[in-house]
């Protein structure tokens, strides 16, 4: 039911539901790398340069780091962003002939990229199996019940064990669409949510005003969903 409905309010497959802007592979593992503390309308704004300058994963490997720190700066943290992403394009053109690879394994040895960013790539750019878990996908993932876990590796185990292979990359997406307008961090806005008929945690989440002198305990689920 909760997938049917997320589906309804957020259709299309994972490259439609992905929000960083990419025409290929790289790209999106580019972008990705950036959207790191950062939202993926401020990568939106800085990637169309970026991949001017360094098209393929020999060009940015060649970068210089001050002018790629420069061209990355407005995305936050970008000396450690520069230095991911220069890691990485070196390994792609050392190890694996300037292409990106299309293994789990493969992606999580390249600098900068964990097991999140390589399931955005796995299941955006080269439609395999993978359950990208951010804050917002652990957040809605509890609130709705579908996980007790605060380990995003513990949590991606939970949404595989629900749907079939080729369904987890377009669930991560809607938990993320979802995390972001509405069932956001600090006040979910449950009278909004699709969900809000079958949500375990919508009545805890959102509860009434409180009356002047009162301090409403929160609940479990509640407190389970608080971002840490
Ligand atoms: S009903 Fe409320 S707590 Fe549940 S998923 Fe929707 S917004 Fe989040």
Redo the contacts with the bound molecule.
């Keep these: 039911m909760v997938v049917e409905r997320l589906a309804e309010r957020y259709p299309g497959d994972a490259d439609e539901l992905c929000a960083l802007r990419h025409r290929n592979p790289f790209e999106l593992l580019v972008a990705t790398i950036l959207s790191a503390q950062c939202t993926d309308e401020r990568v939106n704004l800085v990637t169309p340069e970026l991949f001017r300058r360094f098209p393929t994963a020999a060009e940015l490997a060649a970068a210089q780091a001050a002018e790629l720190e420069e061209l990355i700066r407005p995305t936050g943290f970008f000396r450690t962003k520069s230095a991911s992403l220069l890691g990485m394009a070196r390994a792609l053109v050392e190890e694996h002939g300037g292409e990106v690879p299309k293994e789990l394994d493969a992606l999580v040895r390249l600098p900068g990229v964990g097991r999140k960013t390589a399931n955005v790539v796995l299941s955006v750019a080269f439609g395999k199996p993978g359950l990208p878990v951010d804050t917002h996908v652990g957040r809605?993932a509890r609130?709705?019940g579908l996980s007790a876990e605060e380990d995003p590796d513990k949590v991606e185990r939970d949404l595989c064990e629900l749907l079939p292979p080729e369904e987890w990359g377009t669930l991560s997406l809607r938990l993320i669409l979802?995390g972001r307008e509405?069932?956001v961090a600090r006040r979910?806005?449950?009278g909004e949510?699709p969900?809000?008929d079958i949500?375990p945690?919508?009545s805890v989440?959102?509860p009434p005003p409180a009356r002047r002198g009162t301090t409403p305990r929160p609940g479990p689920r509640a407190r389970a969903?608080r971002q840490r």
Excluded: D, N, Q
Aim: glycine share 6%; with cysteine; aromatic share 0%.
């Design positions: 809605v609130r709705l979802l509405v069932c979910p806005r449950c949510c969900l809000a949500c945690s919508a989440a959102a969903g």
